[in-house]
């Protein structure tokens, strides 16, 4: 019940690929010519898929989100009294880059607020865009702590008619909806391998849309052009300094190809939270409501215990794992109403079982019976 | 670190959290239940799977546990919690040397 941090399990086969790639022979990327570097090069070519890209050039490895948004927002040619509009829902993986170039003097950012359901209304963006004339709009696709998928084309739509700049965090929604950055006209998209691509940890990509030119953040070795000091031009290398996690992104690229085969049913899916939410409505909790489009996240308080005490009761009597407090997007909580104890979230996966629910709800059903 | 429990940080996602985790080299039975009883309001959740068990000892300072396992987890407050957790440890290690004393 933690899928929006970790999923698990994985998809069907990345385990096995990755040992089996562990066992081979490393890769040589772009050092031995007669060497097929063909794991990655078919992940790369997955992640542009996935997300509709033409060039899969533009495609950037990273680690995870954390790292893709460092490296768009640290590497992006910042100007003098440059405003960032970010929102009260974004994850620290968005506020802390940003307040480290604003304590730098590089840029200013502005939090925008969101509705009680954790999404940015679209009229609130036009306001603020007039207001603030923001240079780039950070904003997240879907809400980590409330589920919530925010109206992409339509924010984007309206930031583009501003000449702003957007960066899209698609954490918590690659694998679960389209993420489709050329269509949207979005210029940056971080995303995740651990989460709904059902990928490893320590796997991660950022688009960078061509019109874009990042300065890297990491520079070191390539494999080409090895008699320059600087990082060459090229994408995605530009951005690629060191050697890749092979092992990694062969299991990315296995999940990738799996969930090709094996669309998710969100209807099923979601049809999982809204039992849990009408049993947590049931036993008198309070959950923070999202109507329309979500992932399949839920967030509850209760005037009987707080978030910490329920999550140490669901793992130590009961062996459901949840996550519980701000779940590092502190910012987002008073627009939920609720207090800084933060919220207990359960989060399921494609692969959450009817069986699985049951328990939880038998469990739920017996932590708030007297 | 002593031979009675071991002891670290409670690694959270709450603002200003003050919690620790003791794992204890004997688990929590009934009669030290009864024993931290003292110490506090305890209450005990028998109907759940693993019964779980919480201890007020004041506005401040809350532990928990689940009976017959070895990890009690201690919340101390904001302003004054080195203290508190001082004390605590104290109370704590004198419990478990009594329990050991009578050979339970």
């Not at chain 1, 809400?143 to 339509?154: C, E, F, M, Q």
């Not at chain 2, 201890?55 to 689940?66: H, S």
Request: aromatic share 8%.
């Amino acid at each position: 019940m933690n899928n929006a941090a970790t999923s698990y399990p994985k998809a069907p086969g990345v385990a096995h690929g990755m040992e089996h790639v562990l066992k081979q022979l490393p890769g040589h990327g772009n050092r031995a010519v007669f060497r097929r570097d063909e794991e990655n090069l078919s992940c790369r070519t997955l992640l542009a898929r996935l997300l509709g890209v033409a060039d899969e050039n533009r495609i950037v490895y990273t680690s995870n989100a954390t790292h893709a948004l460092n490296i768009g927002i640290l590497g992006f040619p910042w100007e003098p009294k440059d405003i960032v509009l970010t929102t009260a829902a974004e994850h620290n993986s968005v506020l802390r880059p940003l307040h480290y170039l604003q304590k730098k003097g590089r840029l200013h950012y502005e939090i925008a607020p969101v509705e009680p359901d954790g999404r940015l209304a679209p009229e609130v963006l036009k306001k603020l865009l007039l207001k603030y004339r923001p240079r780039m709009l950070v904003v997240t696709h879907g809400s980590n702590v409330t589920g919530a998928i925010n109206d992409l084309p339509k924010l984007i739509s309206y930031a583009k008619e501003s000449g702003t700049v957007v960066f899209i965090d698609a954490s918590q929604t690659a694998g679960l909806y389209p993420v489709l950055p050329e269509i949207w006209d979005a210029d940056m998209v971080a995303l995740t391998g651990h989460k709904y691509l059902l990928g490893p940890q320590g796997t991660g990509a950022l688009y960078v849309a061509p019109h874009i030119e990042l300065e890297p953040v990491f520079t070191g070795g390539t494999g080409i052009r090895s008699d320059e000091e600087e990082m060459p031009e090229e994408m995605p290398l530009r951005l690629e300094a060191g050697t890749q996690n092979d092992s990694s992104l062969s299991g990315l690229k296995l999940a990738l190809a799996w969930a090709d085969q094996n669309p998710v049913n969100m209807t099923e899916l979601l049809d999982k939270i809204y039992q849990i939410e009408a049993t947590l409505t049931l036993v008198g909790c309070t959950v923070i409501k999202v109507a329309g489009a979500r992932t399949p996240v839920i967030s509850f308080t209760s005037e009987k215990y707080n978030p910490e005490d329920i999550g140490d009761i669901l793992s130590g009597s009961f062996d459901i794992i949840c996550r519980t407090g701000l779940h590092c997007a502190p910012l987002i909580f008073p627009y939920l109403g609720v207090s800084n104890a933060g919220t207990v979230r359960l989060s399921l996966s494609r692969f959450t079982t009817a069986d699985e629910i049951k328990q939880v709800t038998i469990a739920l059903k017996e932590i708030f019976s007297e | 670190m002593n031979n009675l429990y071991t002891v670290k940080k409670a690694e959270n996602c709450f603002a200003d959290a003050k919690s620790f985790a003791y794992t204890l080299h004997l688990p929590i039975n009934e009669r030290m239940l009864n024993k931290l009883a003292l110490w506090g309001e305890l209450t005990v959740r028998r109907n759940f799977r693993r019964p779980f068990f919480m201890l007020k000892i004041d506005e401040e300072q809350q532990v928990k546990g689940i009976l017959d396992e070895n990890i009690l987890k201690a919340g101390f407050s904001k302003e004054n919690w080195e203290k508190q957790k001082e004390q605590f440890e104290q109370k704590l290690s004198d419990l478990l040397v009594s329990m050991e004393d009578t050979n339970e």
